[in-house]
């Protein structure tokens, strides 16, 4: 597959779970992709650089280091996350608060941000160059829970960003689009508590129980909406949410996803 080549793709939190397995996509099909993450993959696709998705100036940095050595950026995917544990508003910390929503929110603020300013210096036909920002969210930023709390709010956060970023790059004619996808359980670091806590094979039967698919996905699954996102398959598909949950987000279930076994 070739239909990414040419193209510069940065992956946020790439170095594992969706976002390992979204690069190795996109690289397979042709895309040069950076993987930008506080901790290197041991093994993986794309060209690594440290990044702090919380820190503007971490991005000013690798917007500047992409666009000088490989002068263009056509794909962003803003993955990198984490769950802040499983605080209810009572007990969670403003501290707690405040970490979660820099990465999981702000972090996509910001990815957003310096993808479209990138995007606009890329190819002959600036700043009406076509990209796409895929932003990874959640089912929690679909349906309502009682914990956990700054998860929940943060996923939110960066559906609603996502259609505001569609709506601006279109009316400003930029022919960008931007995209958010919700994953139900997907067998990542992410539910490491739940896997130390019961094991590994029994946390993911007990998880994936709660899907009407019965099982939960594997990080290549979630891959392969994002490169269909970042792709031009997907040319008309803009300021939308593409659920990839097994069905959880259907209708009313009796028992909730993130409940301990």
């Not at 930008?36 to 794309?46: C, I, N, P, R, V």
């Not at 700054?150 to 960066?158: I, R």
């Not at 960008?176 to 996808?181: D, E, G, L, T, W």
């Amino acid at each position: 597959m070739s239909e990414l080549s040419g193209q510069v793709a940065i992956v946020t939190g790439g170095a594992s779970g969706i976002g390992a397995a979204s690069a190795m996509l996109l690289q397979d099909a042709g895309a040069t992709v950076i993987v930008a993450d506080l901790q290197e993959a041991k093994a993986g696709a794309g060209r690594f650089v440290q990044h702090d998705v919380a820190s503007e100036q971490s991005w000013k940095t690798l917007l500047a280091d992409v666009l000088k050595r490989d002068s263009r950026l056509d794909i962003m995917v803003n993955n990198a996350g984490v769950s802040g544990g499983s605080g209810t508003i009572e007990n969670t910390t403003v501290e707690s608060w405040q970490r979660v929503q820099a990465i999981n929110s702000e972090g996509v603020f910001l990815g957003c941000k310096y993808a479209i300013e990138g995007m606009k210096k890329t190819g002959p036909g600036k700043p009406a160059s076509k990209g796409s920002i895929v932003n990874v969210s959640s089912i929690a930023g679909l349906i309502g829970s009682a914990g956990p709390t700054a998860y929940t709010a943060s996923k939110g956060a960066v559906r609603l960003l996502s259609k505001s970023v569609a709506l601006y790059c279109a009316e400003n004619k930029y022919s960008i689009r931007c995209n958010s996808v919700h994953p139900g359980g997907v067998d990542t670091a992410i539910f490491n508590p739940l896997w130390q806590a019961v094991g590994h094979e029994q946390g993911k039967a007990f998880i994936g129980a709660r899907h009407p698919i019965g099982r939960m996905a594997e990080s290549s699954e979630l891959g392969h909406v994002v490169l269909w996102l970042a792709s031009d398959r997907s040319s008309f598909v803009t300021g939308t949410e593409i659920v990839a949950d097994g069905g959880v987000t259907s209708g009313l279930m009796r028992r909730t996803l993130f409940a301990a076994p």
